[in-house]
C-alpha cells in the first residue's frame, strides 16, 4: 500500500514536471512566433477606396470591403517599389534622357506667289501708239523674243531720221551720239543694225519678250495712246515662284536663311516640295505679331500658281547638343514639372526638373537629370500619385505640411505608398491587391 502510494506520487509530480515544461516551451515558442509576427505587424488598415478611414485591426470598410493591411518598410521614403507584375498591368514604359541636336520643326502656312525678280514690266520710252499688239489676254504663254507689239511714234522716227543724216555726214562724233539717243528711246541693237543697212526709218518699231512666262497684266488694247509712264504689260516666269509665310514672333529667333523647308498643297496633297528660306523680313506685322519669311520653290512643271495655299515645315533649329527627353513624360504643375525616374528596377522617385525648349516630341532638360537617366513615359501619374509629390517639395523647400510615419510603405505584398498617398491612389493597390485587371477607362486618378 505505501509503495502504490510512492509509485502515485512520482506519476503526479512526473505529470507535473511535463505540463510546466510543455508550457515552458509552448509559451517559448510562442513568444518567438509573436516577436516573428510582430516584425511583421501591420501599421494598420486601411479602406481600399477612402486611405483616411483607418483601423488598427482587420475588419470591413463602410464599403463592405477588406481593409487593406499597411506594413512599414525600410526604403528611401522618397521612391515607391512597384513588383513586376504591376510594372506590367500598368505598362510602364521607359525613356531614356540623351544630348543631341533638337531639331525645330515650325509648322506654318503660306501663300505662293510670282518670282518677282523674274517678271518683266513692259513699258516704252516715248509716247505713241499701240500697233500689232500680239498678247489679248492675261495668260496668255510667251517665249524669249516673242513680238509683244509694235509702237508707232512720231519721235522715234525723228530719232531715226537724226541717225541717218549723222550717218550719211561720216562725222563719228554725231553717229555716236545720235545711237546713244536711239538706245535710250528703247530701240534695239537689231533694229538700229536694221536702220543702218536699209538707211530707211522704220515707222513702226518692235518691242520682244526678254523671257518665258505668262501675261500676268494687260494693260492696253490695240491702237491705245501710251506715254513713257505707261505699264504696257507685265510678264511672269512660273519656272520658280516665291512662297511667303507667316511665323510667330516667339519662333522667329530660330529662323535663318537657307534652312530646308517641306511644302505640301490642298490640290496636289499627295507632293511634297522642297524648297530653301531665301529671306527673312525685317519688320514685324503689328497686327498678327508674326514675322514674313521668303521661301523660292522650283516650278519647272508649272504645278504651283500664285495664290495658292500652302502647308510648310521650315527644318529650323540652332543645331547645338541639348539635354532631352520624351515630351510625353513630363508631368505638368502650376509650380513645377517633375518626370517619374527609375532608380533601380522596381524602384521610382518623382523628380522636380526645369525645362526649355519644346519641339515636336521632345523637351529640353535644363535641371534634374542626366544623360543616361530612365524616366517613366506611361503610367507616371499613377507612380507619381504615389510617391506624394506635393509632401516631397514641402521637403525640399524645408516646410513642413504633413507629418511622414517614416519610410515607404508596401501594402499587402504589392505596390508600395505611403500612409498619405492619394485616395484613388489607395483604391488602384487594392486592384492590385485582389489581381483584377485596371480599367483606366472607368476609373480616373487623383493628382491632388
Not at 519647272?300 to 541639348?322: E, T, V, Y
Request: proline letters at 3%.
Amino acid at each position: 500500500m505505501k509503495s502504490l502510494f510512492i509509485y502515485s506520487a512520482f506519476a503526479i509530480v512526473g505529470m507535473l514536471v511535463g505540463i510546466t515544461l510543455q508550457n515552458r516551451w509552448t509559451i517559448i515558442g510562442d513568444a518567438g512566433q509573436l516577436a516573428k509576427e510582430d516584425k511583421a505587424k501591420p501599421l494598420y488598415w486601411v479602406a481600399p477606396m477612402d486611405a483616411n478611414y483607418r483601423r488598427d485591426r482587420p475588419g470591413k470598410s463602410p464599403m463592405g470591403m477588406d481593409l487593406v493591411p499597411v506594413y512599414e518598410q525600410v526604403s528611401d521614403p522618397q521612391t515607391v517599389l512597384i513588383s513586376a507584375a504591376v510594372e506590367q498591368n500598368l505598362a510602364v514604359r521607359l525613356g531614356v534622357v540623351e544630348r543631341r541636336i533638337l531639331p525645330i520643326p515650325i509648322q506654318t502656312v503660306g501663300i505662293v506667289q510670282l518670282d518677282e525678280d523674274k517678271i518683266y514690266h513692259a513699258h516704252v520710252r516715248a509716247e505713241g501708239w499701240i500697233q500689232q499688239l500680239k498678247a489679248t489676254a492675261v495668260g496668255d504663254r510667251v517665249k524669249a523674243g516673242e513680238l509683244l507689239f509694235k509702237l508707232y511714234s512720231p519721235t522715234l522716227v525723228a530719232a531715226q531720221e537724226e541717225y541717218l543724216v549723222a550717218l550719211n555726214s561720216g562725222n563719228h562724233k554725231l553717229l555716236s551720239a545720235s545711237k546713244e539717243r536711239l538706245l535710250a528711246l528703247g530701240i534695239s541693237e537689231q533694229d538700229i543694225t536694221s536702220l543702218r543697212l536699209q538707211r530707211k526709218a522704220q515707222q513702226q518699231i518692235s518691242f520682244y519678250a526678254h523671257h518665258d512666262g505668262f501675261i500676268t497684266k494687260l494693260a492696253v488694247r490695240e491702237g491705245m495712246y501710251v506715254k513713257p509712264d505707261s505699264e504696257i504689260m507685265a510678264i511672269g516666269d512660273l519656272a520658280s515662284v516665291w512662297v511667303i509665310a507667316e511665323v510667330f514672333e516667339r519662333q522667329a529667333a530660330w529662323l535663318k536663311a537657307g534652312q530646308a523647308v517641306e511644302m505640301t498643297t490642298i490640290s496636289d496633297n499627295g507632293r511634297r516640295w522642297i524648297g530653301a528660306v531665301e529671306t527673312i523680313y525685317p519688320v514685324l506685322k503689328k497686327k498678327t505679331r508674326t514675322v514674313q519669311v521668303r521661301i523660292r520653290f522650283d516650278n519647272s512643271d508649272f504645278a504651283l500658281k500664285p495664290n495658292m495655299f500652302a502647308d510648310l515645315i521650315i527644318k529650323a533649329g540652332d543645331h547645338q547638343q541639348r539635354l532631352l527627353l520624351p515630351r510625353e513624360a513630363v508631368i505638368r504643375g502650376a509650380q513645377f514639372n517633375r518626370v517619374v525616374k527609375q532608380v533601380k528596377a522596381g524602384e521610382y522617385r518623382s523628380e522636380i526638373v526645369s525645362t526649355g525648349i519644346e519641339a515636336g516630341a521632345y523637351v529640353e532638360i535644363l535641371t534634374g537629370l542626366d544623360v543616361g537617366d530612365k524616366v517613366v513615359t506611361s503610367a507616371q501619374f499613377l507612380i507619381d500619385s504615389e510617391s506624394n509629390i506635393d509632401a516631397e517639395i514641402a521637403r525640399i523647400n524645408g516646410a513642413e505640411q504633413h507629418e511622414m510615419t517614416g519610410g515607404a510603405m508596401k501594402v499587402d505584398g504589392s505596390p508600395q505608398m505611403k500612409p498619405d498617398a492619394s485616395k484613388r491612389a489607395a483604391g488602384k493597390q487594392s486592384e492590385m491587391r485582389c489581381g483584377g485587371d485596371m480599367d483606366m477607362s472607368r476609373e480616373g486618378v487623383n493628382h491632388d
